[in-house]
């Protein structure tokens, strides 16, 4: 399963934490979007990485534990109060299982285009088993990173970008379960001034700039009450809510944010998956007729082999809709490097131990021909392969593993930790040190400095393609990293 657009996605964890992502037909686009005027308000600059983009303290990561989060999302879901944190969590986990009452890997709502999905996964499926929340739990899940994704907020100011926490399973002696396993909640912040655009967002940034000059005790405070509590910035809802993780009720569309695993459970096969909150009900205005599950939604950025192989019906779709957006994907900076993908063409699992988004293994003539056709309109040096290449780095699977040290024809893809962005330890890939914090710093310090300066960023950007929207920090809104 492949994903959307731009880059990590690859969140941090996985994380998804770690890729960016790009514009289209070649142009570039500003990281800040427009400002109409001057605010009150100091440059900055000098920001902090580990305090303001990716934070691993454990002083911090202190008050993050799962079980709040968990508790936090029920509670916020407006649901029945049998709904436990537990009931909650091991639905989720029998997603991966098949189910003869729907709500599992086989109900027809998933992989409705027929791309290929592993179902069930049994190895995944043993955790709808296993209670993570008791004082005995030989099953756990550590928090090992917070991220901060302002750089995922839409140029229009629809939301204030991600705030992800990171968990990583932990087992002890008489687990069902062995392996390795990351879930990354990836909360979507509404702007609080909806009115003033992406302005709006302005005081968030501010709020995590300004981390990088306070103590760790005042940092771990304040990043608290940031996700939890909605008190670190006047106006400004807490990140923890069942509404930021794409909450829906019964068939109304989705939000924006998700919830997103990356698996290798038993040490089975790597893959990743992305998840929304659905608020299912008899009655949706009696909250006690109301469930909440966390369901299956595709991967971003992640087209299914077949179209490039030509052998689903949707194959010419997409050839067409690749020729139309390669642009995104020609720049030689890597962080500029993107991929804008309509949701019909995404899988609903990228795998990291197969080949499926090795895409340059997976093209026909046709598809071949039409990137050939489009670089020669464009008068790009690159090569179909490098294309090809370059599209892979956009899915899951790619920025975890396949892209790691791929000469792209001018460019070179940064190296994950092999399968994630940050491991069970904290430790950070140097993608995200050397390439895509550093980016993610300077979209978040252009940002602030644009309107205390009153800069005029509109004059400087290129218009978005047609039918899309960029975030601040140049990808697609709504792509994978």
């Known amino acids: 399963m492949k994903s959307r657009s731009y880059v990590a996605a690859c969140l941090g964890v996985f994380?998804?934490?770690?890729?960016?992502?790009?514009?289209?037909?070649?142009?570039?686009?500003?990281?800040?979007?427009?400002?109409?005027?001057a605010i009150a308000c100091a440059d900055v600059s000098g920001t902090d990485v580990r305090k303001s983009m990716a934070v691993t303290d454990?002083?911090?990561?202190?008050?993050?534990?799962?079980?709040?989060?968990?508790?936090?999302?029920?509670?916020?879901?407006?649901?029945?109060?049998?709904?436990?944190?537990?009931?909650?969590?091991?639905?989720?986990m029998s997603t991966f299982d098949t189910s003869a009452n729907g709500g599992g890997c086989d109900d027809p709502s998933i992989d409705p285009n027929k791309y290929g999905l592993r179902c069930p996964r049994t190895a995944e499926a043993k955790l709808a088993k296993v209670n993570p929340f008791a004082a005995t739990a030989t099953v756990t899940w550590k928090p090992v990173g917070l991220f901060n994704r302002f750089d995922l907020a839409p140029a229009s100011g629809a939301h204030c970008g991600e705030y992800r926490i990171v968990y990583a399973m932990q087992t002890t002696a008489g687990a069902p379960v062995s392996g390795r396993a990351f879930i990354i909640f990836e909360a979507a912040l509404p702007n609080p001034s909806p009115a003033s655009g992406i302005?709006?967002?302005l005081p968030i940034a501010q709020f995590w700039q300004g981390l990088s000059n306070d103590t760790l005790a005042d940092r771990a405070l304040k990043l608290e009450k940031f996700y939890f509590a909605?008190?670190?910035?006047?106006?400004?809802?807490?990140?923890?809510?069942?509404?930021?993780?794409?909450?829906?009720?019964?068939?109304e569309v989705p939000t924006a944010g998700q919830i997103r695993t990356n698996f290798f459970v038993d040490f089975n096969e790597w893959h990743l998956r992305?998840?929304?909150?659905?608020?299912?009900?008899?009655?949706?205005?009696?909250?006690?007729?109301?469930?909440?599950?966390?369901?299956?939604?595709?991967?971003?950025?992640?087209?299914?082999?077949?179209?490039?192989?030509?052998t689903h019906a949707r194959s010419a779709g997409y050839r067409t809709e690749l020729s139309s957006r390669l642009g995104s994907l020609l720049s030689n900076d890597v962080t500029a490097i993107g991929l804008s993908v309509s949701d019909r063409f995404n899988e609903f699992e990228s795998v990291e131990n197969g080949d499926n988004v090795v895409y340059a293994s997976h093209s026909n003539t046709e598809m071949r021909t039409a990137i050939q056709t489009k670089l020669t309109a464009l008068q790009s040096p690159l090569t179909v392969n490098n294309v090809l290449d370059r599209a892979t780095t956009q899915t899951c699977a790619g920025c975890h593993l396949f892209s790691n040290g791929k000469d792209l024809g001018g460019a070179k893809w940064p190296s994950s930790l092999t399968f994630v962005q940050i491991d069970e330890s904290s430790n950070l890939s140097t993608a995200l040190t050397g390439t895509f914090l550093p980016k993610r710093k300077a979209v978040l310090?252009?940002?602030?400095?644009?309107?205390?300066?009153?800069?005029?960023?509109?004059?400087?950007?290129?218009?978005?393609?047609?039918?899309?929207?960029?975030?601040?920090?140049?990808?697609?809104?709504?792509?994978?990293?």
């Open 445 to 481: 310090e252009k940002f602030i400095n644009d309107r205390c300066t009153g800069v005029a960023a509109a004059a400087m950007a290129a218009p978005a393609p047609a039918g899309e929207e960029l975030t601040v920090g140049g990808s697609a809104v709504g792509a994978a990293n």
């Open 58 to 92: 454990p002083e911090v990561l202190a008050n993050f534990s799962f079980a709040r989060v968990v508790s936090r999302v029920r509670s916020t879901a407006s649901v029945a109060t049998t709904e436990t944190g537990l009931k909650i969590f091991q639905r989720w």
């Open 230 to 251: 909605g008190t670190a910035i006047a106006g400004v809802a807490p990140v923890v809510h069942a509404a930021h993780y794409g909450l829906s009720t019964n068939d």
């Open 199 to 201: 302005d709006g967002c």
């Open 274 to 310: 992305e998840f929304k909150t659905k608020r299912r009900c008899t009655n949706a205005a009696d909250p006690a007729t109301c469930t909440l599950s966390i369901g299956h939604v595709t991967v971003k950025t992640n087209p299914a082999n077949e179209l490039f192989e030509g």
């Open 15 to 37: 994380v998804l934490a770690g890729c960016v992502a790009a514009s289209d037909e070649g142009e570039t686009h500003p990281s800040s979007g427009s400002s109409s005027a």
